[in-house]
């Protein structure tokens, strides 16, 4: 193993796996709330940084709850290297890259961690990947959107969602300075009155 940094062709690999996964987060995010009758924004108050694994759960078990008509729609969605795509992602984003092995694969220390066989020690799972890889888990995950949007028929939806506009938030807006209260002048500088008073 020799410490050596991603390539160029390694980056925009991992770049397209990481949009991919927070495109499908979003569509997932889209299934829990028409499925337990709330909005999105709702959803994300509820579930806020839930990880992805979790929100699949969530979702396949409201789609169990729904019926077999949903729950096939569903299950429609999950292809056989899902799985894959999801622990790649976590894998070079939460991870740290080890190097590169002999063989030609970029390893990476991932955050998981398995029930260790001894007591008082920890197993922590590495992952490696090679260029291919990258590049078959990016190609797989944007298949995986494409078939998520036309199974669970958001693709409209999102087209209009990306057509509203963006308007910039209350507090991002610059606060118009109060106006300067007029100071009294001091008592010595008052103009006195050429006429005393009850002349």
Same mark, same amino acid.
């Given at each position: 193993m020799k410490h050596e940094e991603l390539g160029e062709l390694e980056y925009q690999a991992i770049g397209r796996v990481v949009r991919a996964c927070a495109e499908i987060e979003e569509l997932i995010t889209m299934f829990i709330a028409e499925q337990a009758r709330i909005t999105d924004g709702t959803v994300a108050i509820l579930l806020g940084q839930t990880a992805l694994s979790k929100k699949l759960s969530i979702a396949n078990y409201l789609a169990a709850? !729904?019926?077999?008509?949903?729950? *096939? /729609?569903? +299950?429609?969605?999950?292809?056989?290297?899902?799985?894959?795509?999801? /622990?790649? #992602?976590? *894998?070079?984003?939460?991870? /740290? %890259?080890?190097? @590169?092995? +002999?063989?030609?694969?970029?390893?990476? =220390?991932?955050?998981?961690?398995?029930?260790?066989?001894?007591?008082?020690?920890?197993? /922590? =799972?590495?992952?490696?990947?090679? !260029?291919?890889?990258? &590049?078959?888990?990016?190609? +797989?995950?944007? @298949? *995986? &959107?494409?078939?998520?949007? @036309?199974?669970?028929?958001? +693709?409209?939806?999102?087209?209009?969602? #990306?057509?509203?506009? %963006?308007?910039?938030?209350?507090k991002s807006q610059p606060k118009a300075k109060p106006a300067a209260k007029r100071k009294r002048p001091p008592r010595s500088s008052r103009v006195k009155s050429p006429h005393p008073k009850g002349r």
């Open positions: 709850a !729904r019926g077999p008509e949903i729950r *096939a /729609q569903y +299950e429609n969605c999950i292809t056989p290297m899902f799985k894959e795509i999801i /622990q790649c #992602r976590n *894998a070079v984003v939460h991870g /740290q %890259l080890l190097g @590169k092995s +002999e063989d030609g694969h970029w390893a990476f =220390l991932s955050v998981r961690t398995e029930e260790p066989a001894e007591v008082g020690k920890s197993v /922590q =799972l590495v992952f490696s990947f090679s !260029r291919a890889d990258l &590049v078959l888990y990016a190609d +797989e995950a944007k @298949k *995986a &959107v494409e078939l998520i949007e @036309k199974s669970l028929e958001y +693709e409209g939806l999102r087209i209009l969602r #990306r057509g509203r506009s %963006l308007e910039p938030h209350r």
